[in-house]
T-cell receptor, first 115, second 113 residues
Framework: EAQVTQNPRYLITVTGKKLTVTCSQN?????MSWYRQDPGLGLRQIYY???????DKGDVPEGYKVSRKEKRNFPLILESPSPNQTSLYFC??????????????FGPGTRLTVT | QKEVEQDPGPLSVPEGAIVSLNCTYS??????FMWYRQYSRKGPELLMY????GNKEDGRFTAQVDKSSKYISLFIRDSQPSDSATYLC?????????????FGAGTQVVVTP
């Protein structure tokens, strides 16, 4: 089944404890992206990657890191999480080139709570 | 001010009615316009996308883009209870913003039997 998977689905952690949220897709997609979703603010893009070893900042990159060493994986790293990073996180992927970029497939989400 | 504005609702309609959703935006560089549907506790799924201005129809769904007014709409005809979800608009430009997306906050729709 074609899908985007995220792990963990739920995570409660404490301020300052480094964590990684994994994202993997099995559709051979070139493009991958991370978003956070907060009430009243909608989805905001954190980072995106057009291809392996190519990453760019979205609108809210502060406090996050990403890497794209393999085409299928795009982990999101929080080096020192803070309570304002409590949110619902989504990973997405889409094929390239051209207009297929806009057919983003989203993962199921990771609910993160930082205390 | 956000680049994309969307009324959060909730918008409640009886089954069979037409649902009308819209977003306004401020960035004239946006060229691609998308609508996503998000069920509770799920990731968004793409419904439709359009390029530049004009209309696009897919079954019960019609998307309209009016770039002169910076306004996009989604219409759902013959609404069903299964259409109850949050609908998100999204937009993107070209060239130096390739790969960047801006989303609206989402409108919650409730279709009552």
């Amino acid at each position: 089944e074609a899908q985007v998977t995220q792990n963990p689905r739920y995570l409660i952690t404490v301020t300052g404890k480094k964590l990684t949220v994994t994202c993997s897709q099995n559709m051979n997609h070139e493009y991958m992206s991370w978003y956070r979703q907060d009430p009243g603010l909608g989805l905001r893009q954190i980072y995106y990657s057009m291809n392996v070893e190519v990453t760019d900042k979205g609108d809210v990159p502060e406090g996050y890191k990403v890497s794209r060493k393999e085409k299928r994986n795009f982990p999101l790293i929080l080096e020192s999480p803070s309570p304002n990073q409590t949110s619902l996180y989504f990973c997405a992927s889409s094929p390239l080139p051209g207009q297929n970029l806009y057919e983003q497939y989203f993962g199921p989400g990771t609910r993160l709570t930082v205390t | 001010q956000k680049e994309v504005e969307q009324d959060p609702g909730p918008l409640s309609v009886p089954e069979g009615a037409i649902v009308s959703l819209n977003c306004t935006y401020s960035n004239s560089a946006f060229q691609y316009f998308m609508w996503y549907r998000q069920y509770s506790r799920k990731g968004p799924e793409l419904l439709m996308y359009t390029y530049s201005s004009g209309n696009k129809e897919d079954g019960r769904f019609t998307a309209q883009v009016d770039k002169s007014s910076k306004y996009i709409s989604l219409f759902i005809r013959d609404s069903q209870p299964s259409d109850s979800a949050t609908y998100l608009c999204a937009m993107s430009g070209e060239t130096d913003s390739w790969g960047k997306f801006q989303f609206g906050a989402g409108t919650q729709v409730v279709v009552t039997p």
